[in-house]
């Protein structure tokens, strides 16, 4: 999940909504994750640049609906 909640360790910028954005939900498949986690973190740390083709997991219920047993459109 991606808040975008405003700029980090930026000066104020001139953007009348101050970067805020609607939040985005990643919806990932088990096996992309843990293809992309780093091995040297004990917490299994992921980093989205590390997933290629990341957009097409943004609000993709359809995994969610696939992975439940209906049938995805």
């Known amino acids: 999940m991606a808040l975008n909640r405003g700029f980090r360790y930026r000066k ?3 953007d009348i909504q101050h ?3 609607e939040p985005q939900c990643y919806v990932f498949p088990v ?5 992309a986690q780093d091995p040297t973190n004990t917490w299994g740390k992921v980093f989205l640049r590390h997933i290629e ?17 209906g049938e995805a459109s």
């Open 12 to 14: 104020k910028s001139t």
């Open 53 to 69: 083709d990341m957009e097409q997991y943004i609000n993709n219920w359809e995994l969610v609906k696939a992975f439940l047993g």
């Open 31 to 35: 096996r992309i994750i843990q293809t």
């Open 19 to 21: 970067g805020r954005q």
